[in-house]
């Protein structure tokens, strides 16, 4: 198996790569510019430009599984999620890679999500300051709906480096104040990658005490 990850040098996408090496998988990290991963024959490190569709296709050669950490929070363009989608869905489909699992906030919804009164109205506030992230997310996971692969969207609320690690995968969001360890994020990705019960659908992660 040979698993290809985008934003692999972010605060999830490195415990995903550690825990891929220690697991002696094969990976491809997909990384812009500054390199914070640890050597490892099982790692392999592709500098490239998400909105290039060359890169992305170098990085996606012979590979099984595609994991997507990516993020809009601190870009220029509030649309780096999305515009990776355009570009690694069309990719995928051209290698006849199946497998993709990405990572999104708890705040997007989907077509088909039955929300409360308080959701909607989180929903709304977030939309206010950060509608195009929020957008992002959505955008993304449309995109996924709409192909054939077989693909995993987690959504998560705010992550941090604080309490339990432990988690479940659920149909039902967080609640607003509610957040997840970064490492739970990185093992319920992970743990995707071989579990086929949430395929084409967006799961949120949830916090066990």
């Not at 390199?35 to 490190?45: C, G, P, R, V």
């Not at 997507?68 to 220029?76: N, Q």
């Not at 997007?108 to 939309?127: E, P």
């Not at 941090?160 to 690690?165: D, L, P, V």
Request: aromatic content about 6%.
């Amino acid at each position: 198996m040979k698993v290809c990850i985008f934003g692999a040098n972010g605060r999830v996408g490195q415990r995903i790569v550690q825990a891929l090496i220690q697991k002696e998988i094969d990976t491809v990290a997909f990384i812009h510019n500054r390199n914070d991963l640890t050597k490892s024959d099982h790692l392999q490190i592709i500098r490239g430009d998400i909105y290039n569709a060359t890169d992305v296709a170098i990085a996606l050669n012979d590979v099984n599984v595609v994991i997507c950490t990516l993020s809009s929070w601190g870009s220029k363009q509030k649309n780096v999620l999305s515009s990776a989608m355009a570009i690694i869905i069309p990719e995928m489909k051209q290698r006849q890679i199946h497998r993709i699992i990405s990572l999104t906030g708890s705040d997007a919804t989907m077509i088909n999500d039955v929300d409360s009164t308080f959701r909607k109205m989180t929903h709304h506030a977030l939309s206010m300051f950060a509608g195009a992230i929020l957008r992002d997310g959505e955008d993304h996971i449309r995109q996924l709906s709409k192909s054939t692969l077989d693909w995993t969207a987690i959504r998560s609320p705010i992550m941090n480096n604080q309490g339990s690690a432990e988690f479940k995968l659920s149909d039902k969001p967080p609640l607003l104040w509610q957040t997840i360890h970064r490492q739970a994020v990185a093992d319920s990705i992970v743990g995707q990658i071989t579990d086929n019960t949430y395929f084409r659908q967006a799961p949120y992660i949830r916090r066990i005490e």
